[in-house]
C-alpha cells in the first residue's frame, strides 16, 4: 500500500516537473524566436500530460477509482 | 436448544449471505454510477470546450498576428502559480486514492490558497482593479486601445477581459467545490473505495489548469507586440 502510494506520488511530481519544463521551453522560446506553431504543440504536449495523468482519461470507461 | 443451536448459525450464515449480495449489489451500483458520472463531466468538459474555444477562435480572429503589450512576469507567474495548483490537488486526490488523509487535507488547502492567488493575481495585474497598487495596461473597452501596424485599433482589452473573466469564473466556481469538497472531507464522507466528490473536483480544477495552457500563450506569447498610444 505504501509503495503503491509513494509510485503515485512520484508519478505526480515527475509530471508536474515536466510540465514545469515544458512551460520555461514555452516562454524561452517565445522571446527569443516567437514561433506560433512551437508554441501551439508546447502546449498540446502540456494538455496530453494534463488530460492523461492528472485528469485520468484513461478511467473514463472504468467503473472503479484508480489504484 | 439444539434446534436454536443449529439455526442460529444458519440465520446468521443466511444474513450475512444477504449482507454480502447487498453489499456486492451496492458495489455494482457504485461502479455503474461512478462510470456514469465520469461520462458525464466529460460530456461537460465537451460542451465547455466549444465555449474556450469559441473565446480561443475569436482572440486570433480578431487580433490576428499581433497581441496587446502585457506584462511577461505576471503572466509566467500566475501560470506557474495555476501549475502548482493542479499538483497539489493531484496529490491531494492520490492521498484520498491511498486512504492518505493529511495529504488529502493538506493538498486541497495549498490549491485553494494557490487558486486565490491566481485569482487576485488575475484582478490585480491583469485588469488593473486597484491602480494604486498595480497600474493595469489595458481597459475593457474606450479610445485608449493600442493601434496595430496599419493604424487599427483592435479590441484587446475586450478580448483579453472576455477570456480571463469567463475563466476566473471557472476558477471561483472550482474554489467553492474544493471548499465543499474539503468541508465534507473533514465530515468523513470519502473513502479510498468510494471517492467521487473528491475525484471530480480534481478533475474540474485540472481542466480550469487545461484551458489556461491554450489561453497563456495565446494571450501574452503569441503575435506581435503593439504598443500603447
Known sequence: MNSKRSAAYRTSTTVALVLAVLTGIEYFVAISFPSTVILLLLGLFKAVAVVNYFMHISRLWRSEGGH | ?????????????????????????????????????????????????????????????????????VDQTVGLIVTVVLLISSFSMNLAETGMEHGDRRMFNIGLIVTFILGLVFLFGV??????????????????????????????????????????GMHALHVISGLVFIAIVWNMGRKGHFSPEQHWGVESCAIYWHYVDLV??????????????????
Open chain 2, 1 to 69: 436448544m439444539s434446534v436454536v443451536t443449529t439455526a442460529a448459525p444458519a440465520a446468521h450464515t443466511a444474513h450475512a449471505a444477504h449482507g454480502n449480495a447487498h453489499h456486492a449489489d451496492h458495489g455494482e451500483d457504485y461502479g455503474v454510477a461512478l462510470r456514469n458520472n465520469r461520462m458525464g463531466l466529460w460530456l461537460f468538459f465537451l460542451s465547455e470546450a466549444f465555449l474556450f474555444g469559441g473565446l480561443l477562435a475569436t482572440r486570433f480572429y480578431l487580433w490576428g498576428p499581433y497581441r496587446p503589450e
Open chain 2, 123 to 164: 484582478i490585480i495585474f491583469e485588469w488593473g482593479l486597484f491602480p494604486a497598487l498595480y497600474e493595469g495596461h489595458l481597459t475593457p473597452w474606450g479610445d485608449n486601445q493600442p493601434l496595430n501596424a496599419e493604424g487599427l485599433t483592435l479590441p484587446f482589452g475586450a478580448v483579453v477581459f472576455a477570456m480571463t
Open chain 2, 212 to 229: 489556461w495552457i491554450f489561453f497563456y500563450p495565446a494571450l501574452y506569447l503569441i503575435g506581435e507586440v503593439v504598443g500603447h498610444r
